[in-house]
Every structure is written in structure tokens, then in C-alpha cells.
């Protein structure tokens, strides 16, 4: 029997696989599919202070190994979320991460204080999404207004809080230095990489705003080139995320650094992804010998 629970912090885990915000919903349709209690946690759609209807479409548009998509945040809004979302996650059995976005400090600042009174796990703070005009990936492309939203942040709430950041900077490394050194109890290493497809008989983007954020296995070296990188400079637990389709880009995560992942387009493609990938986790660490999936952690032999 592998031992796959992992403590993040003070949050332990029964598994180290959880759904990524933005391809799971609030978990009711994989509800369906299998038991959500099988995996270690769900992170919500990305949700803002007030409902938003995010961007027109075309919103998605397809790549090589990968998807280009500018969803712009599409969500009920927080109120709604705590009245018709969360009880029901709540039963689900897993841990229930928040994943929330704003255009200031401010917005943060409100969704912590909203948040702290319910019984959700952990607050992800999204410093990346790429498809909106003002806030998220503008302040995590900025050292000095990450630590000012993350220590303001942590003010108004005694959850733990995962900062979630953008691979779109030149030093990926300075920015989780920051998050840490305002208070950040883990780091999500990457969200999207903004991309463009184009249309070669219109010369139009393909997406109605223009750019969107590249998921999907394309990015998987660079999501692990940033897990290593942050891995030797922080000591806080990494979340590692980017391309994860199967248990060995999983581990291999976790010997980059990263204690847990997120799997994101990969469920989009087959709804059991999460579930999949935790099995085949299981599988290899039977197969190497090894007793916990915690014990691959860090463990990446450079030459
Ligand atoms: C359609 C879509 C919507 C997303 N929405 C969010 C979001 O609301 N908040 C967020 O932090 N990340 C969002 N993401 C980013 C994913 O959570 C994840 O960081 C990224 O897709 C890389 O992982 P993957 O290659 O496994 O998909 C979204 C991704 C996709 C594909």
C-alpha cells in the first residue's frame, strides 16, 4: 500500500492530485463521473467580488499539444458562490481550495474577509489570470504589489493561503520570493502562458481578445523548469501544475520540487483525469519500491 497523503503547511491531504480552477467548475458534472472524495482537493472557477460573464467568444481555440484559451473569468460572483456552490462542495469529501481574482487590493481584501467566515479549506489567490484588462497578472508581474496583496490579504483571513503565479514574467523565481516574504503559505507554480493562434484566411486572432493563456502539455518543461528554479529558493510547499496528463508527469513534478499538483486541461479531455493520474501515481511508486508519494518530493538529481 502506497501512502499518498501529503501535508501542505498545516492542510493535509489525502492524495497529492487535485483539480486545477477553470477546468473542473465547482465539481458538480465529474461529480457524476466518480467519487471526488478519491482525490485530495478541488480548486474553484477563479471568482471575483461581483458575477462576471467573461469575455465573448470564440473563447477556446485549439494547439499543438495544447489550448489557447480567454475565458476572462467567467463566474457567479462570490455571494452567489457561498450560497449555491459551496455547501453542496462541502459534502464532496475532499479539500476545497477558493480560487479568487481581483482588479485590486482592495477585491482581494474583500473576497479573504468573505471567505474566512465559511468552511472552504485553503484560498488560492489567483496573481495570473492573462484574460483580464486590470488586476490578477498585472500585480503578479510585479515584486512590490505581490507583497502588498499578499500580506493585505493575509490580514483578513486565518486560512491558508496558496499564491498562484504567472509563468508570463522574466524572473519567476523573485516573484514567489515575494509571495513567501508576504506571508504565503504555499506557491502554484504556473498558471497559463499567454499565446495567440491566428486565422490565416481572415488574418484575425482566432480569439475574440485577441490573446489567450497556453495550457496543456506544450507548457509542461516550462511549468517544471520554474518548479526546480522556485524549489531551490523558497521553503514553502510548491504546488506544481502545467501539462500534467498522466501519474509520470505527475511525479516528475514532484521530483522538480512541487509537494502536490493540479491537473487542468487534461480534464477536459477525459472527465477521470485527476483520478486516473493519482492511480498511475500509485502504480510507479509500487513499481519503484517506493512506500510514499511524498518521498519523490524534491528529490531531483542535477548534473
Ligand atoms: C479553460 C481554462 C480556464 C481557466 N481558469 C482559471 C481560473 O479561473 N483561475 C486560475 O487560477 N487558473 C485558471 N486556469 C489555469 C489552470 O488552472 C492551470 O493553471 C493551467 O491551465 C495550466 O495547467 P494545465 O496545463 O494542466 O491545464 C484555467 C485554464 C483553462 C484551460
Not at 475532499?94 to 481584501?109: F, K, M, P, T, W
Request: hydrophobic share 40%; aromatic share 4%.
Amino acid at each position: 500500500m502506497v501512502d499518498t497523503t501529503i501535508d501542505l503547511g498545516s492542510v493535509r491531504l489525502k492524495s497529492p492530485v487535485l483539480a486545477a480552477s477553470g477546468t473542473f467548475g465547482f465539481g458538480r458534472e465529474v461529480s457524476s463521473v466518480y467519487d471526488l472524495s478519491q482525490i485530495g482537493g478541488i480548486c474553484t472557477k477563479g471568482l471575483t467580488v461581483d458575477s462576471r460573464s467573461g469575455n465573448p467568444p470564440p473563447r477556446v481555440a485549439e494547439t499543438a499539444s495544447g489550448m489557447l484559451n480567454s475565458v476572462g473569468l467567467q463566474n457567479p460572483g462570490i455571494d452567489s458562490f457561498i450560497r449555491d456552490e459551496l455547501p453542496n462542495m462541502l459534502q464532496m469529501g475532499c479539500r476545497i481550495v477558493v480560487n479568487i481574482a481581483g482588479n485590486s487590493l482592495e477585491d482581494y481584501q474583500i473576497l479573504c474577509r468573505t471567505l474566512d467566515t465559511t468552511r472552504a479549506d485553503v484560498i488560492e489567490l489567483n496573481l495570473s489570470c492573462p484574460n483580464v484588462r486590470e488586476g490578477c497578472m498585472m500585480i503578479g508581474s510585479d515584486e512590490r504589489q505581490i507583497r502588498q496583496v499578499v500580506s493585505a490579504s493575509k490580514a483578513m483571513t486565518t486560512k491558508p493561503l496558496w499564491v498562484k503565479l504567472t509563468p508570463n514574467v522574466t524572473d519567476i523565481v523573485r516573484m514567489a520570493c515575494a509571495a513567501e516574504e508576504a506571508g504565503a503559505d504555499a506557491v502554484v507554480l504556473i498558471n497559463t502562458l499567454m499565446g495567440l493562434a491566428i486565422d490565416r484566411t481572415s488574418r484575425r486572432p482566432i480569439l475574440h481578445n485577441n490573446t489567450g493563456g497556453l495550457s496543456g502539455p506544450a507548457i509542461k518543461p516550462v511549468a517544471l523548469r520554474m518548479v526546480a528554479d522556485v524549489f531551490r529558493s523558497v521553503s514553502i510547499p510548491i504546488v506544481g501544475v502545467g501539462g500534467i496528463m498522466n501519474g509520470s508527469d505527475a511525479i516528475e513534478f514532484l521530483i522538480a520540487g512541487a509537494s502536490a499538483v493540479e491537473i487542468g486541461t487534461a480534464t477536459l479531455l477525459k472527465p477521470s483525469a485527476c483520478l486516473d493520474v493519482q492511480n498511475e501515481m500509485i502504480a510507479i511508486a509500487e513499481s519503484d519500491g517506493v512506500d510514499s508519494l511524498k518521498d519523490y518530493s524534491g528529490t531531483l538529481i542535477a548534473w
